[in-house]
């Protein structure tokens, strides 16, 4: 049966969940943004799906705009909601109780997904509101899988942790990167080959990881002999006053950001 759906936003994370849904085919798609990208407007009249067409209720509405947009959405967003829809939030920090109230409906589910999802290989996270119909998260995962592994039912506070994990966890991974990098050379090696060797490092490490059964703790431990230089490097990174405590007091502050979002 195809499915209507109706994206409001089509950014980066917008833009990627459609491709993979019209890829997935079975699907009538339409795409809700004042000012859409030269590469949308081409992908979406090669791929039939309608641009800012007039709004009617759909079965699954997905919102996928700034937490700082939504409110100033809101009157093109109530339009695409009829009795039957299932709306479907990516917004960071937008609550369920929330959305339910501004939006007049309690068949809510929110997801979080993560930009590794671009190419497929992302982690998206789903929580379900109290309204859902049979059938709705297992909808939600159909939708969300073209990006890669998905993790749910969670409550929302999990939600809100596992978000500092896997929603923000790509950024960690590219600041490592820059971090080596930057190390790198404050210790008097070129910078251009002291960046291009951490990036090849931190990619082809997170290659091994994906190809291994492995846990990341023994991975670790087998790059690191008693006594040698590795085993150096990370006595100093695993001090419980460095690397385990800066991660505590990061993610800390992302679950706050994420609790302040939601009353902006
Ligand atoms: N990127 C991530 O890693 C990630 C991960 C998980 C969840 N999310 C969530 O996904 C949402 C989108 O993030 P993003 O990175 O994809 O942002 P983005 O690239 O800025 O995409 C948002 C899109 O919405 C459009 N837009 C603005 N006002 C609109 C309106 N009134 N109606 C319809 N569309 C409108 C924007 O157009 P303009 O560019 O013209 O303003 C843009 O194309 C956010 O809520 C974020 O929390 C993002």
Redesign the pocket.
């Known amino acids: 049966m195809t499915r209507a759906i109706t994206l ?8 990627a969940m459609a491709r993979g849904w019209v890829a997935g085919g079975d699907v009538a798609l339409s795409i ?6 030269g590469e ?1 407007r081409d992908w979406a009249s090669s791929a039939e799906v309608a641009l800012n067409p007039d709004p009617a209720p759909v079965d699954v509405l997905v919102i ?4 700082q ?2 409110p ?2 809101i009157p ?1 967003i109530t339009p695409w909601i009829g009795k039957d829809t299932l709306t479907l939030s ?5 609550t369920l109780a929330r959305l339910g109230s501004v939006l007049g409906t309690d068949r809510i589910i929110r997801a ?4 590794p999802g671009a190419i497929g290989q992302g982690v998206s996270l789903v929580a379900p509101g109290s309204g859902v119909r049979d059938g709705d998260f297992q909808t939600t995962v159909d939708l969300l899988s073209p990006l890669g592994l998905v993790e749910g039912p969670l409550d929302e506070e999990s939600l809100v942790t596992a978000t500092a994990v896997s ?1 923000c966890g ?1 950024a960690y991974v590219f600041l490592l990167a820059e971090l080596m990098a930057e190390a790198g050379a404050a210790r008097g090696l070129d910078p251009e080959l002291s960046s291009r060797i951490a990036r090849a490092t931190v990619e082809g490490a997170a290659a091994l990881m994906a190809q291994s059964e492995e846990a990341p703790a023994a991975l670790r431990q087998a790059v690191t002999s008693p006594g040698g230089v590795t085993k150096a490097a990370l006595d100093v990174l695993m001090a419980e006053d460095a690397a385990p405590s800066l991660f505590k007091r990061a993610f800390e502050a992302a679950e706050k950001r994420d609790a302040e979002l939601s009353s902006e």
């Not at 990516?90 to 937008?94: K, L």
């Not at 979080?112 to 930009?115: D, E, V």
């Open positions: 409001i936003g089509a950014g980066r994370m917008g833009f809700v943004d004042p000012a859409p990208g949308t996928a705009v700034k937490p947009v939504f100033a959405a093109n990516v917004m960071a920090g937008v979080m997904p993560n930009t929603g790509p």
